[in-house]
């Protein structure tokens, strides 16, 4: 199985992912006029096509959430991403060298039903392709608005994408 993450940018009632942006200049422009306050979402991939439905958050805060959890699950820690505008989750569970991931509804680490049910992925494939996928996001946002990376949200997702690809680095080294 083929494992990728799309992020997907809601703008004017509309999915837009970051391979349209990246094709055309003028939608990057529009869309990411405002980073700070961007809707987004994360949607795994299998094969090529998204593995569960999209559900909107505040995009940077989301995504940073992600990469903070990176460091903690390269070290075998569970881990869990909490959407701000529902109930849902995202769960990560490390078994060695492999991750289970899911997304759910519920109330802290009690899963009431499964939107994506577990899926076991290779730990540092997941890892790999989240950076590669956070770091396409922030170098549209700053080639659309050259210095925004300076500021609020965009630098804290800044920090910690730098976090988890230093985890990452480290992990491979001491394999």
């Excluded at 980073?35 to 998204?50: D, F, Q, R």
């Excluded at 060695?96 to 802290?108: D, H, M, P, R, T």
């Excluded at 540092?124 to 396409?136: G, L, M, P, R, Y």
């Excluded at 996001?137 to 210095?147: H, S």
Aim: with cysteine; glycine share 6%; proline share 5%.
């Amino acid at each position: 199985m083929k494992f990728g993450l799309e992020i997907s940018i809601l703008h004017d009632d509309k999915d837009v992912n970051t391979r349209e942006l990246a094709k055309n200049p003028e939608l990057a422009k529009a869309v990411l006029a405002d980073p700070e306050k961007l809707e987004g979402a994360i949607v795994p991939m299998t094969n090529g096509k998204a593995a569960m439905e999209t559900f909107y958050d505040p995009l940077l805060p989301l995504l940073e959430q992600w990469m903070l959890k990176m460091p903690w699950c390269l070290g075998g820690d569970t881990e869990t991403v909490f959407l701000k505008n529902s109930e849902h989750a995202f769960g990560f569970e490390p078994m060695s060298e492999a991750l289970q991931l899911s997304f759910y509804v519920g109330q802290g680490n009690d899963v009431e039903q499964y939107i994506l049910e577990p899926v076991a992925l290779s730990l540092e494939n997941f890892c790999d392709v989240s950076i590669v996928a956070v770091k396409q996001v922030l170098e549209l946002i700053v080639k659309t608005k050259p210095g925004s990376d300076q500021s609020g949200d965009m630098k804290n997702l800044k920090d910690a994408l730098q976090e988890a690809d230093k985890a990452l680095r480290e992990y491979r080294n001491q394999r």
